[in-house]
């Protein structure tokens, strides 16, 4: 069903018309960003300052209707001018007039016209700019004043309030938000540059003019272009001899020596550079330590993991069939699964927390016959593995859901799935033909194949690869069908691991809970593990902590990238 009511925006340039268009957007609503391209004119045209509603109108009406009759809010050029005739001819409409401190207002569009290769002489003064705004605003709001049978108010994007009241105002019930107080105005269009990169930009377009007034421009451009084409050949050799291995530049000195004598000072040359390149990549690798990278990742997560990890919405209250996630943990870890159990509370969920074991009291849950032959498993991991068998034996006798959702004690959930179409693979029959749903992943091949696939495809077949087990979803019958092979009696938890060597690797849950069954992976990461100060309760290689918080980056960005509006 269509929305009914036309929103327009009617605030001068820079004032802030792209964030009410993103605003409306995420309403729900059909937005419409101008200019209009029917009519869009370059910066420097004159409708902008001496605009004629009258002839405009004359011209374009009949297109503007039908333009209008296919989106449900508007901005920008030209509806700012035209909100007289707008009015009159759509009564019910609400009508939104933007407010920006004049000055900033100038200083904002002086600087988008530098921005368009324009030169500082032909760039209006500020007082043009201000007083374009003052001379609309003042119109604007004498008509509006005299004409008060229409809807009209005035907002300003710095304030979160002015967007309650729009919302208020339409009254429409697509909006995604679920509490009005944390309603925030998308901020965009955003153009800032550092003095620096100012006068950069100045002394660009000042040599661009002058090139083109002695009718040199497209001369130089062609005289340049070898040299850039040249220039870029020997970035791209230069980054190829720093990133080669040391023993292919070896390979290469032997290979000249071969061809003649003649070649023996360049592949002494040669091997000079080997050397140095060996010496200069062992200083570089001393310098930048797999600590200093891990210790750098930690600053860029601790800047983001506040804003990400206490969202200010989330929409897991729609997915009834998940809504009591079962913890797995242990009790040395207590503190860290309440800080977990906390933030599936303020999701909305009802999480429920399964203490598991830990090597010391391991043999209490193994049946008698079982007898764990050596393996590449430390006992940490075998641990684990139990705890996980636990925590679903406990969902599957505590829930009579058809899902059984784990998490792990420092797993964080994305807390919009909604948005991402989780929903689909519970309710299309098509994707709804599964075993288990992979929610995270800490493996870099894994999210670089995700984020190719991801405008394609909501999930990607499991692959053995892709590590990751502290977030999913089992089907109850799969569960149970899971479970059978590692117990004899569902009423006594002793578990018999012998069926798990078959799989000839680590005895460890992801390559047997996935392995298992028709695993799905989803191709954008609905969770992640807090790796932040958090030992490996597994006792995880450095590098496999390292590259969990690269994930935790990764997918925290990722986060912050489309869904903004959460955090």
Known sequence: MQYQRKIFCIGMYKTGTTSFGKAMRNFGLRSFFGPWETVKEDIKGNSSWDFDAIQFLDKYSNDLIKLIENFDAFNDYPFMFI?????KKYPDSLFVFLERDPLSLAKSDILMWERFNVVPWKIPDKKKFIDRYNNHKEKVLNFFENNNQYDFIRCNVKNNHDLKLI?????????????KKHMQWPRANIGTYSKLGITKLRTKNVLIYFLKKIKLYSFTIILLKPFE???????????????????LL?????????????TTEISMKISDISNEIKEERNLRIFKNSEENKKTNKIKQLNFLKNKVYNPSYSSWKFFKELSTPYIVSIPNNKKRCEITFNHLKNLGLN???????????????????????????????TACLISHL???????NESKSNYIFIVEDDTRL????????????????VLSRWDVLQLEHHSKNAYWAHQKTRPMSLVQRWQREWYGCSAYILKRNYAEKFLSKFYRDRKKPKFDLTPAYTFGRHLVIDQLVYDMGDSLSFTFPLSTQTNLNDESSIGYEDEVITNKIQAELLTIREWKRFASYLF
Do not use: C, M
Request: charged share 20%; glycine share 2%.
């Open 83 to 87: 909100y007289e005739w707008l009015a």
């Open 167 to 179: 919302y208020e105002k339409i009254g429409t019930s697509k909006y995604i938000y679920a509490e």
């Open 229 to 247: 084409i040249l220039f870029k050949i020997f970035l791209r050799l230069f980054s190829f001899i720093l990133l080669s291995p040391s023993f």
């Open 250 to 262: 070896e390979s290469i000195v032997d290979s000249l020596d071969l061809i003649s004598d003649f």
């Open 351 to 381: 999480p429920k927390i399964s203490y598991g074991v830990t090597p010391r009291n391991i043999n209490n849950h193994l049946s008698y016959e079982n007898q764990i032959p050596l393996s590449k498993s430390k006992p940490t991991q």
């Open 390 to 396: 636990l925590t679903i034996h406990q969902a599957l």
């Open 414 to 429: 994305f807390p919009d799935p909604l948005i991402t179409g989780l929903k689909n693979l519970f309710t299309k029959p």
